[in-house]
């Protein structure tokens, strides 16, 4: 085949691919650091493993968390911004039935999902990307109550208050990590989208 | 057509054992750049320059707060039923350690940037009006309960004093040898108590007898117990927890 045969498509604008990668090192700080914060006093009975945390002890920890969650914040904003001015959100993650995600789930399952075309999501990569925009919206807001559960009381209040942020900002990480890790995992079985998502082209046969 | 045919064909058929090679590889590689990224995050922490960048960010951290810190806005009160009991035992030596302070010559000594400097005896303090809370206590491990903290208002005993309320810091020694310090503006926010009273009875000595400074914009280790020197300063007093890394403001 001519290299002239070969269509290059642009499937991930450079804002997209940059802030993918720093959102990814900004989230493997907040939740490995987080892990370490939620052992010093854990809200359910168990804890996770030392070996998978960041930070050494508490103090290293918070100071990994509160560093980076300004990463997370100004990054996210960045992307947020783009995605709704540049029309990004609108036509990659629009629109979405839950009938669509449902059977697309459903093929995922029996291995036969479509994804010969890299530039256009599938129902069920549109509600876990979209899932994992609002997990974050989440995770920031009752990370602020947590963190001035005084100064941003009336956050705190919308989650019963400062136990309830607790509650609220660990199951937002747990749904998260999961779809993550189920993202990670869906990487891993069609390999040629990580490509892409450093050089944002995808070879399209003509 | 013929080399075409061969190399669709190869393309058919080796690329499934190549693909699952690839992959185990890709898989092996991002677990163990993963783990290796996991088990060099301690160290990490004890690099030179990342704790040069994390100490960086929390002194920025401490500005921040200070932004977001308002001084009419108001930690939010409970009524009694909601005081949890028995109130959390909580400082870095177990309850049996508790340093017991005799209130008979117990004195509170003042120094720096205050006009009037004689040191305090009990009874003079228990002297002076009193007002009670029912507030958060929330420590920096992510716990918290509520309890009644009763005394008089810090800013009320700066002012007595004389102290130099456009000072910088307030910093605080204890008989137990924590010490810690505060911001100015959380000094004066008027929820700051110089409390003698735990639920209504003199502060039995595991939550700080003789006085505990209160303070419900702050965390838990941000309120010192035993205390028995205060001193006004614009020279960061540090603490004994902030020495060790936690963020000095540590404001809620």
Redesign the interface.
């Known amino acids: 085949m001519e290299p002239s045969q070969t269509q290059w498509v642009k499937i991930h604008p450079l804002v997209v691919r940059i802030t993918h990668w720093v959102n990814a090192l900004a989230i493997?700080v907040m939740v490995?650091s987080g892990w370490r914060?939620?052992n010093?006093?854990p809200?359910f009975p168990f804890r996770f493993p030392n070996?998978?945390?960041?930070?050494?002890w508490?103090?290293?920890a918070?100071?990994?968390h509160?560093?980076a969650m300004?990463l997370l914040v100004l990054n996210g904003i960045v992307y947020v911004t783009y995605g709704i001015v540049s029309g990004h959100f609108r036509s990659k993650l629009f629109p979405l039935t839950p009938r669509a995600v449902l059977n697309d789930v459903r093929e995922a399952l029996r291995g036969r999902l479509a994804h010969g075309d890299l530039s256009v999501y599938n129902a069920a990569q549109r509600a876990a990307y979209l899932a994992i925009i609002l997990c974050l919206v989440v995770l920031v807001f009752s990370g602020l109550a947590i963190w001035?559960?005084?100064?941003f009381?009336e956050i705190a209040a919308i989650m019963g208050?400062?136990?309830g942020a607790?509650i609220v900002h660990f199951c937002a990480m747990a749904l998260m990590v999961l779809i993550v890790l189920v993202h990670?995992i869906m990487v891993?079985l069609v390999?040629r989208t990580l490509p892409t998502m450093f050089t944002g082209r995808a070879r399209r046969a003509s | 057509m013929k080399k075409r045919t061969m190399e669709t064909s190869l393309a058919e058929h080796s690329p499934k054992l190549v693909?699952s090679i690839?992959?185990r590889l890709?898989?092996r590689q991002?677990l163990s750049v993963g783990a290796l990224?996991?088990?060099s995050?301690?160290n990490?922490?004890?690099d030179e320059s990342v704790q040069k960048?994390?100490?960086g960010?929390?002194r920025w951290?401490d500005r921040a707060?200070g932004w977001?810190?308002?001084q009419t806005?108001?930690?939010?009160e409970f009524p009694e039923s909601a005081i949890t009991k028995p109130f959390p035992f909580n400082a870095f030596y177990t309850e049996a350690e508790v340093t017991v302070v005799d209130g008979k010559s117990y004195q509170l000594e003042l120094a720096g940037l205050v006009r009037d400097q004689k040191p305090w005896t009990l009874p003079e303090l228990y002297a002076l009006p009193q007002t009670s809370q029912i507030t958060?206590h929330?420590?920096?491990?992510?716990?918290?309960a509520i309890g009644k903290w009763s005394g008089v208002r810090f800013s009320d005993f700066l002012a007595r004093i004389g102290a130099d309320t456009t000072a910088k810091y307030v910093g605080f020694e204890c008989a137990d040898d924590y010490t810690t310090s505060i911001d100015m503006a959380t000094a004066l926010h008027p929820q700051t108590l110089l409390t003698f009273r735990f639920a209504d009875q003199i502060l039995p000595p595991k939550y700080g007898f003789p006085m505990k400074l209160r303070i419900?914009?702050k965390l838990g280790f941000k309120n010192p117990k035993h205390i028995t020197a205060i001193e006004v300063t614009n020279e960061y007093p540090g603490g004994y927890?902030e020495d060790?890394?936690?963020?000095w403001f540590s404001?809620?």
Do not use: H
């Open positions: 493997l490995t914060i939620y010093a006093s809200l070996e998978l945390t960041l930070g050494g508490l103090a290293g918070l100071q990994w509160f560093a300004w001035k559960p005084v100064q009381q208050g400062y136990e607790r990670i891993i390999p | 693909r690839e992959r890709f898989l991002g990224a996991m088990l995050g301690c990490l922490t004890d960048v994390l100490e960010m929390s951290n707060q977001l810190f308002s806005k108001l930690a939010p958060r929330i420590c920096v491990e992510g716990w918290s419900p914009t927890w060790q890394g936690y963020n404001g809620s």
